[in-house]
């Protein structure tokens, strides 16, 4: 485990290291813990156990279908 001190810029930002960025991902998920917070990853769910329980007729259908269960 690796520790840091950064600090905010003047918008708020925080800049984190390329290899943690990497680590994490696109989108993470930011947890208040009270006196400290903590960095998840956001990963989205796999959606392949879907594939053949759902028919849908047109592709527009199907990405309709796919944010709903992301959303979830």
Do not use: C, H
């Amino acid at each position: 485990m690796e520790t840091l001190v950064k600090k905010f810029d003047s918008q708020g930002r925080l800049l984190l290291p390329k290899e943690l960025r990497e680590k994490l991902g696109e989108e993470v998920i930011i947890v208040d813990l009270g006196d400290r917070v903590e960095l998840l990853p956001r990963k989205k769910a796999s959606l392949k156990k879907f594939f053949d329980s759902v028919e849908v007729d047109e592709l527009k259908e199907w990405n309709e279908l796919k944010k709903e269960l992301w959303a979830e």
